[in-house]
């Protein structure tokens, strides 16, 4: 029996989202994947960040991490500093740590994968989020399809024929697997993706009766801010 992989959502801890502390706390406490959101400065370098700001067309990275600067942001740099995507490459690289990227925008996409090939970091990343293209134009990046938030009735009543068209499109498209809102992920597709070489994933899962339902469901990874318990499941799934 496959071990559903602990991904710890960016913010998991007592720091903020998207800071390298909150990074640091997804690696220390054991998670197989640490998830993160990229954007981009106006030069092109990528960092985390989950909302859109002007401030990053007009500011590039040194300019924007300054700390009379970075605060217009968000808050949370008056003690943090503005992290990058270079340095969460580097600090998760001894360990082998895997990572999700959450893209959030399109130009993210060039620095992103350069980065990735940079570190030679292929086999440990996927991207999420923002992925038009990539499979085609980066066959070596690994990219899991984004599934809809929500489904109609009519997909819902033909849940099977859905499973069965989406994992016929994610194989068809050069997709490692699909990346799924919890409430939207039933036992159908989980086989249907498995049976096409297809992983799964859900997300955000942060109570236990759902975290153990995904866990029997056989979900290869489930994203949550609770990844203490969920790996003391996920362990104790596998024993």
């Avoid at 979900?219 to 969920?230: N, S, W």
Wanted: net charge negative; hydrophobic share 40%; aromatic share 8%.
């Amino acid at each position: 029996m496959r071990r559903t992989m602990v991904a710890a959502h960016t913010g998991c801890g007592i720091h903020p989202d998207n800071t390298m502390a909150s990074f640091f706390e997804g690696m220390e406490l054991g998670a197989d994947i640490v998830e993160v959101d990229v954007r981009v400065t106006r030069e092109g370098r990528a960092i985390l960040l989950h909302d859109d700001s002007p401030y990053l067309r007009t500011h590039a990275y040194e300019q924007l991490n300054d700390s009379s600067v970075r605060g217009l942001l968000d808050p949370i740099y008056a003690e943090h500093e503005i992290a990058t995507l270079e340095q969460v490459l580097r600090a998760s690289d001894p360990q082998g740590t895997k990572l999700n990227l959450d893209l959030k925008s399109a130009d993210s996409i060039e620095p992103t994968v350069r980065l990735i090939r940079e570190f030679e970091a292929q086999k440990r990343t996927f991207i999420t989020g923002c992925s038009d293209r990539i499979t085609e134009l980066y066959p070596d990046i690994q990219v899991m399809q984004n599934t809809p938030d929500w489904l109609t009735m009519e997909q819902m009543e033909r849940y099977g024929d859905f499973a069965e068209a989406v994992c016929a499109e994610a194989r068809r498209s050069g997709y490692a697997g699909l990346n799924m809102n919890g409430f939207t992920c039933l036992p159908p597709i989980v086989k249907y993706a498995h049976a096409a070489g297809l992983k799964v994933w859900v997300y955000t899962i942060n109570e236990r009766p759902l975290m153990e339902w995904f866990l029997g469901m056989g979900v290869d990874a489930i994203t949550t801010r609770a990844p203490r318990l969920l790996l003391e499941l996920a362990n104790g799934a596998k024993n």
